[in-house]
């Protein structure tokens, strides 16, 4: 499965951006989807994710509240709505597939990332 992130950008604190994920298989709706991010020099963190429907979400502690998740049911497109950024937010932002159907945190496949940067 191929996926294809999108909507990083250069953004200001304070300011809200979405990134989209769109799976190039349309079987991948029955599998849990989830956002990581990654800065240098640093391991790639769990940030959400989405089970198969759409109904149940997890976050990350850094970002709940101001990040929701979420899919169309049936679909295999993923999105991440992120309000209030800051700062500490700038990473490189992936996508990723599990092989459940609901999230186990083992991603069988990675999209290419996309950068969200945010200036104090």
């Known amino acids: 499965v191929q996926l294809q992130a999108s909507g990083g950008g250069l953004v200001q604190a304070g300011a809200s951006l979405k990134l989209s994920c769109a799976a190039s298989?349309?079987?991948?709706?029955?599998?849990?989807m989830g956002w990581y991010r990654q800065t240098p020099g640093k391991e790639r963190e769990f940030v959400a994710a989405?089970?198969?429907?759409?109904?149940?979400?997890s976050y990350a502690d850094a970002v709940k509240g101001r990040f929701t998740i979420s899919r169309d049911k049936g679909q295999s497109t993923v999105y991440l709505q992120m309000n209030s950024l800051k700062p500490e937010d700038t990473a490189v932002y992936y996508c990723?597939?599990?092989?459940?159907?609901?999230?186990?945190?083992?991603?069988?496949?990675w999209g290419q990332g996309t950068q969200v940067t945010v200036s104090s």
């Open positions: 990723a597939i599990d092989r459940r159907a609901v999230w186990s945190n083992s991603p069988q496949s």
């Open positions: 298989r349309r079987t991948a709706s029955n599998n849990a």
């Open positions: 989405v089970d198969w429907s759409g109904g149940t979400t």
